[in-house]
């Protein structure tokens, strides 16, 4: 079963999303989710991508929740910073991360967090220093924001690849 879906996950994963982009479960549509399926993780297997050890899943579902509230609320507060609710207290501007995680893994799903959350964007990661560079629209607090990246996210992230 290994030869055939080496990333068991990956398989299911492009095979659902294939077939939810498409919004059908024709004969054509099943075919080309289960190409999906069966070759991308073929190439995956070629690049010889190292395996992601999960170490914690229930972490994997806290994570989960917390970053779908925090993109929600967001939402919310970038559109009244757009819609000039708050346009007088905004105050855009760089932040310093210290950064305790060095898994690449942990590191590009964080990425991946700051850069789909509104009104927050990833600038840079120095890997010889751990310092992560975050660009935030509307920066209040600046201590409150690294707070927030190293309990909510980053703790979080080493539980889980760590």
């Not at 073929?42 to 170490?55: A, C, F, N």
């Not at 898994?103 to 751990?130: F, K, M, Q």
């Amino acid at each position: 079963m290994r030869a055939v879906f080496p990333h068991p996950i990956l398989s299911l994963g492009l095979f659902a999303a294939s077939l939810l982009m498409s919004a059908s479960v024709a004969p054509p549509s099943l075919a080309l989710a289960a190409l999906a399926a069966v070759l991308a993780p073929q190439v995956m297997r070629v690049l010889s991508v190292d395996r992601v050890r999960i170490r914690s899943p229930k972490a994997v579902l806290q994570l989960a929740t917390v970053v779908a509230v925090d993109v929600i609320r967001s939402n919310w507060e970038v559109a009244w910073v757009i819609l000039g609710r708050r346009r007088h207290e905004r105050k855009a501007g760089f932040i310093h991360i210290p950064l305790q995680m060095r898994d690449r893994h942990g590191l590009a799903v964080l990425a991946i967090i700051i850069t789909s959350t509104p009104g927050t964007l990833w600038v840079e990661y120095e890997a010889a220093t751990g310092q992560l560079l975050l660009h935030v629209l509307d920066l209040v607090d600046e201590d409150e924001w690294i707070e927030l990246i190293k309990t909510r996210y980053e703790r979080r992230l080493m539980e889980i690849f760590e």
